[in-house]
């Protein structure tokens, strides 16, 4: 076949290429190592177990019940002589074969009120003819330590009614608890794991901890207090005559078993370690772990392979990568590919040049942030009854938007306040800013009122914005302590709010005034306004303030401005501005600021 043709067939993208050589190979792997794990653990491990620990409990259970059988079925012998006298021959019988079975350490007969203990030794009172209608009961009792046989023993009780219904005695057939259970205690899996006998009520009647001292009385001694696996075996019990329970974990840290008793209400229960039960689940974990180290490398060696020509291209990305965050900008990657891979190298070179020139701006916008920000006055002015303070907060890295608080030369009770919006935001107004600024304080250090030092700034600035349309509102106060007045020009800038906290009234510094930079010839007006003698407070703000808008585009406005200061003229004029921001910052929430904020305060008396 032509090389040419074979090329043609080979991937050309990465996504073929992961998908023919990695995914399919992968997924190969993984379901027969799936299928193999499936194999091998199958539930026929557990139900294994299971089996062997039911049929334990079962063949120790049945040895109980066998030795507990053998009397029971002696003491039945006096159920056939029910409704006629039996024989005392054959009762003595009965009772010397009780008597003599293993594990039977007394006989006591009681037949109306007379204890005949003696009479089956062959001593003392002979056996009495018996004759009774029914026989009722034939009950185990619990265990309990005996002091006549310094042993703990059990008794089989059943008693011997008339046609009354009078009791006409009762014959006891007490066994040794050791004798009964001492075959178990032996064997290898009682002592190599927690073993239990409980009655119905979760008493534990031994396990085996307790063949230390069988002269200590039990306390408390109940089934099912330790942990929540006796308290579910106990819960199950009781429901169920054998089965299984497994404790938290996987593996379990313990699994229990259980199986009731035929001949007593009791039952065996036996608790394992988790880990030793399941050793061939844990076997298999291993094996799998195994198979899957194997499968694993198998698949990076042919992940490796395939992708080897990928991995370079990569590492030289990576490697371009860490140079660009360290600001060093070299020569374009090759482009060695058709896939994704080599459109992603070519996309890299064409980022790499597009961030080279916007770190260049960046660069020079954060020059001329720091210039603008220095260019600034201090945030606030205070001297005898007067107390200004300002701030501007920029929705870019620069503005228009300017304040200015400057002291009268010579005069300490006379300080001209200025605050202005130049139209646009970013370097250009920035620049126009720094225009107006010089200007103004060029201007300030010569003779002249208000509306004079507007007229000239005005002029000299239009020589630079009739071209560009550009154009600048300023409010330009001056507060005159010592003649008391308040002197005014409005160049198109909102109107100062002016508040007077004795009579909670509210009213505004206005005036005609047109946008500095839009007509050279125009002749500024001065107001003036006499100062009461009570406090004021006077607040000059960009539109910024009163545009502030929300979520829900509602604008902050003038009236939340005066409600802020009504609530706040105790405080000083720092404060004041504080709190007006803060209640801005609150009301647009997450909406970001899209316009400047300028925001002068000053207090005056």
Not at 447 to 452: C, E, I, N, Y
Request: aromatic residues 8%; charged residues 25%.
């Amino acid at each position: 076949m032509n090389l040419n043709n074979l090329s043609k067939l080979s991937p050309t993208s990465l996504q073929q290429r992961t998908t023919l050589f990695i995914l399919l190979p992968t997924l190969v792997i993984l379901l027969t190592m799936g299928f193999m794990s499936m194999l091998l653990i199958r539930q026929a491990l557990l139900d294994q177990w299971q089996e062997t620990a039911i049929a334990k409990l079962q063949q120790a259970a049945h040895h109980i019940d066998m030795r507990l059988l053998l009397p029971k079925k002696a003491l039945k012998l006096f159920r056939e002589e029910e409704g006629i006298e039996v024989d005392r021959h054959i009762a003595q019988f009965i009772v010397a074969q009780l008597r003599e079975m293993e594990g039977v350490v007394q006989v006591n007969l009681e037949w109306k009120g007379n204890r005949i203990n003696d009479a089956f030794t062959g001593r003392g009172m002979s056996m009495p003819h018996m004759n009774f209608s029914r026989m009722k009961g034939l009950d185990v009792s619990t265990p309990i330590y005996n002091s006549e046989f310094k042993n703990e023993t059990v008794s089989l009780v059943t008693e011997f009614w008339n046609d009354n219904n009078e009791k006409l005695g009762h014959i006891e057939v007490i066994i040794s608890f050791y004798d009964l259970i001492g075959q178990i205690v032996k064997t290898p899996w009682w002592k190599s794991n927690k073993a239990f006998l409980v009655d119905s009520q979760g008493n534990i009647l031994t396990q085996t901890e307790l063949f230390k001292d069988m002269r200590e009385k039990r306390k408390d001694n109940l089934f099912g207090q330790n942990n929540s696996l006796e308290q579910k075996t106990l819960a199950s019990l009781r429901e169920n005559r054998s089965g299984t329970i497994f404790g938290p974990g996987m593996p379990p840290d313990e699994i229990s078993g259980y199986y009731h008793l035929d001949e007593a209400p009791w039952t065996m229960v036996i608790i394992a370690q988790g880990e030793k039960v399941l050793q061939p689940i844990m076997k298999f974990r291993y094996s799998y772990l195994f198979i899957s180290a194997v499968g694993i490398t198998l698949a990076l060696l042919l992940i490796r392979i395939t992708t080897n020509k990928t991995t370079r291209a990569i590492r030289r990305l990576s490697k371009g990568a860490n140079d660009l965050a360290a600001n060093t900008f070299g020569t374009e990657l090759q482009i060695t590919s058709r896939d994704e891979v080599g459109e992603l190298t070519r996309n890299f070179n064409t980022m790499s040049k597009r961030l080279q020139e916007r770190l260049r701006l960046q660069e020079a916008m954060n020059i001329a942030r720091e210039v603008q920000q220095n260019l600034l006055p201090q945030s606030s002015y205070t001297t005898e009854g007067i107390d200004i303070c300002g701030i501007t907060l920029y929705c870019d890295e620069t503005g228009g938007d300017y304040f200015d608080l400057l002291p009268h030369p010579g005069q300490q009770d006379k300080v001209h306040i200025t605050a202005g919006d130049v139209v646009g935001h970013g370097i250009g107004a920035a620049l126009m800013m720094a225009t107006i600024r010089a200007l103004v304080r060029c201007r300030i250090s010569h003779s002249g009122g208000p509306a004079a030092i507007m007229r000239d700034v005005n002029r000299l600035l239009c020589r630079d914005t009739l071209k560009s349309g550009n154009f600048i509102t300023l409010f330009y106060l001056v507060v005159d302590t010592a003649t008391n007045k308040l002197e005014w020009v409005r160049c198109g800038h909102d109107p100062a709010i002016v508040y007077s906290p004795e009579n909670h009234s509210f009213s505004e510094l206005k005036g005609k005034g047109l946008a500095l930079g839009v007509d050279p010839s125009w002749e500024y007006q001065a107001n003036s306004l006499p100062l009461d003698h009570g406090p004021q407070i006077i607040v000059i703000g960009s539109d910024g303030v009163w545009d502030a808008e929300n979520e829900d585009e509602e604008r902050f406005g003038r009236e939340r401005v005066k409600t802020v200061l009504a609530e706040n003229s105790h405080l000083s004029s720092k404060r004041i501005i504080a709190a007006i921001t803060d209640e801005i910052t609150h009301f647009r929430n997450t909406k970001p600021l899209t316009d400047d904020i300028t925001l002068v305060i000053t207090k005056i008396g």
